[in-house]
C-alpha cells in the first residue's frame, strides 16, 4: 500500500514522501491518526506541486533577504539618548532601539533578530548584528548621540 506522508514519521520517512508500508499499517494508524494519506495519482500531483511552489518561495525569500543585508551593511544609525554627568546614558540602549530606528527608514526587522554585540552605556560608535535567512548577519553601525531636547 503506498501512502503520502503527511508529517515525519520515525523509520519511515519525513513529510510529502512516497512510502509503501503494510495495508494494516495504513489503514489502521497511519491515515486516522491523519499522519498519511492514501496515494493516489491527483493526491501525488498535489504534492509534487506543492513542493515546486515551496522551492520558489523559498528562493524568493533568500533573494529578498540578500537585498536586505546589502541594505543594511550599508545603513548608518543615529540613536539619540538623554545623558546624565560624564556623559552616561539613563538606561540602556537596546535592540527594540535599533529596530525602532530602522523602522523610521523604513527597513523592517523583527527586533528579536538584532543583536547588540556590546552592551551600550555610553556615548559613541557601536555595531548591531541581524540574523536574516541562513548565514546572512550584516552589522549594522549606531551611532550614539547626546539628545539635546
Not at 540602549?93 to 527608514?105: D, F, G, M, S
Not at 528579536?112 to 549594522?140: C, F, H, M, W
Amino acid at each position: 500500500m503506498k501512502v503520502i506522508l503527511k508529517e515525519d514519521v520515525d523509520k519511515l520517512g519525513s513529510a510529502g514522501e512516497v512510502v509503501d508500508v503494510k495495508p494494516g499499517y495504513g489503514r489502521n494508524y497511519l491515515i486516522p491518526t491523519a499522519k498519511a494519506v492514501m496515494a493516489t495519482e491527483g493526491a501525488i500531483r498535489e504534492i509534487e506541486n506543492r513542493k515546486r511552489q515551496a522551492a520558489m518561495r523559498a528562493e524568493l525569500t533568500i533573494d529578498a533577504a540578500k537585498e536586505l543585508a546589502e541594505q543594511l551593511e550599508t545603513t548608518s544609525l543615529t540613536i539619540p539618548v538623554k545623558t546624565g554627568e560624564d556623559d552616561k546614558i539613563h538606561g540602556t540602549v537596546t535592540n527594540i532601539h535599533v529596530a525602532e530606528a530602522l523602522e523610521e527608514r523604513e527597513i523592517l526587522v523583527d527586533r528579536r533578530n538584532i543583536s547588540i554585540d556590546q552592551e551600550i552605556k555610553t556615548l559613541g560608535e557601536y555595531t548591531a548584528t541581524v540574523e536574516l535567512v541562513g548565514e546572512l548577519k550584516p552589522k549594522v553601525k549606531i551611532w550614539v548621540v547626546k539628545d539635546d531636547s
